[in-house]
Structure formats: C-alpha cells, structure tokens
C-alpha cells in the first residue's frame, strides 16, 4: 500500500497539540532565560541545562549507543558539528541575547529561521533558490529589521541595535546550518541516539567557555531554589519533551506544515511576557510577525 502524502494527511488533535506544544515550549524557554538574567551566567545556564538533559536521557539512549557505535565513530564529524552548532552554540547564544533584549525580541528573531536556511541552502548546498523563495526571504529580512529598529528607521543609519538582538541573530544562522546538516547528512541513528550524542559534543564543546565564564564572574553564582527550578524547567520541557514532540509532529503532519507553527512562538512569548513580566508588546512586533508570517508562507509554497 503506497504511503500517504504528507500534504493529505489529516491533523487530528493529537498532531495538533505535537505542532503546538514546542513552539509555547520554546517561547516558555525565553521567559526563563530572561528570569534567569543576573542569577545565572547564561553559558554556564546553558552547559548546565544539557548536562542535566544528557543524565535525564541516558537510560534511554544508553543501549542505543553501543548498538550504534560503528555508526557514531563513522559520523563523529558530523556528529561533532552538529552538537557545536545545535547544543553549544545556538542555546547559549539565545540566552546571551536574553540578558539585553527582550523574550518577544528574541523569538521574533528566531522565527525568521527560513530567510537564513535559504541563503544558507543556497551558497553552501547548492540549493535552487525560486522566485517566491526570494520574496519570502525579503518580507521576513523585513520583518526582522522592524523589529531590531522598535519600529525607528532612523536607527538603521545609527545602527544603534541592542546587542542581545545581534546575538539572537548569530544563534539562527548557527541553527540554520545545523538544520541543513540534520537535513542533507543526517546519520541513520534512532532520535534518542542522535540527540544524546550531540548533548555529549556540545557539552564537551562549551565546556572551557563555561568554565572562563564562571572564573571571569564579579560575583560567585549562588545556587538557590529559583536556579533549581530554572534548570529543571530548560532540562526538560524545551529541552527533550519538546524535541521529542517536533520530531513526531514531522513524522505526522510532513516537513510543510509544521515551519508555519514555528511563528507562533513569538506569539505565545508575547502573551507569557505579558502575563509573567508585565512586559507589552509593542506595535512594531505585530508589524514584524505579520512580515515574518507573510515571507514564512510565500517561501514555504510550492
């Protein structure tokens, strides 16, 4: 019987709730990130996150592992490449952002991924680049410059941008190229073997930065029930539940549908910053997701 096509799959209400749930948790990790800002160092907070995700996930990867050995030693490269750019690279970087900027700044930022993963397709893979493709990357550059300006676009002649903002950008160029590595040499490894292999290269990466970011403190870190609570959370729900999630909403829905749920990030960072830091959005972030959105859609059509 041949396979159905992704694009006529019916989305029932669990595949539903498999596109929502990582985008509320991802904006959730952006709160956090913020809350986090001046108790916890945030590459130190990010080394930490996936050293305890990496325990959580052991047990059940463990086997795997030494199933797959031949397969890990034959894609160390990749492997390698993928954790410094996934684990090490773009999760610390989001929390760099997060100690000058703002969580809706930062998953607006984030949610333009597609305009990158096209040039990034395009000059690196060979990817063929198609009308609509150009428009949709426009329309969200456009998008992503309103928001870096608040909406003033005399400061694209000042270039007075928040450096939190430029940080969120390096991060999605960081995850773009990750996503083209997932997509064009991706090794027949099970999800949890993957996933636990590149916390092990990104932790093992991020290591000695960690480590001169904690000896280079004015303060010493203290460890309390807020920093506990905050770890758990980025451990666990961004971190492997939400991972796990997207990955089964792909295996549902196709490759199409779910970039789309990918804006509703911003959206629900707009609504938990609202509620949980008094922070309002702004009227340029309606401007710039509805860019975003629009170049998302015109990019993503066949």
Request: proline letters at 7%.
């Amino acid at each position: 019987m041949p396979a159905s096509n992704p694009s006529t799959r019916r989305i029932d209400w669990t595949t539903l709730f498999l596109l929502t749930f990582p985008p509320l948790s991802w904006a959730g990790n952006a709160i956090v990130g913020r809350l986090a800002a001046g108790t916890v160092p945030p590459v130190a907070l990010n080394w930490a996150r996936w050293v305890l995700a990496g325990m959580l996930l052991a047990p059940f990867a463990w086997r795997g592992v030494v199933e797959h050995r031949a397969v890990l030693r034959r894609h160390a490269g990749v492997i390698t490449a993928m954790g410094i750019l996934s684990i090490a690279s773009y999760n610390a970087l989001q929390y760099l952002a997060l100690t000058s900027s703002t969580p809706i700044n930062v998953t607006l930022i984030g949610a333009s991924t597609p305009l990158f993963l096209i040039v990034i397709g395009a000059l690196c893979f060979g990817e063929r680049v198609r009308p609509w493709h150009v428009a949709g990357a426009l329309l969200c550059m456009v998008g992503v410059t309103f928001v870096l300006v608040r909406g003033e676009l005399a400061r694209l002649a000042q270039l007075d941008l928040v450096p939190g903002d430029l940080y969120m950008l390096a991060a999605t160029i960081a995850w773009s190229a990750y996503t083209w590595l997932l997509r064009k040499q991706r090794p027949a490894l099970p999800l949890p073997v993957l996933l636990f292999a590149q916390i092990v290269t990104g932790v093992l990466a991020s290591a000695p930065v960690t480590a001169w970011e904690l000896l280079t403190l004015d303060q010493p870190l203290q460890w309390n029930g807020k920093v506990a609570g905050i770890l758990l959370y980025v451990a666990t729900i961004p971190s492997l539940l939400a991972y796990f999630a997207w990955d089964r909403a792909i295996a549902r829905a196709g490759a199409q549908l779910p970039v789309f749920f990918i804006t509703l990030t911003p959206v629900f960072a707009a609504l938990l910053s609202t509620v949980l830091l008094g922070d309002w959005p702004r009227w340029y972030h309606g401007v710039g997701l509805a860019a975003i959105a629009a170049g998302i859609w015109l990019a993503q059509r066949r």
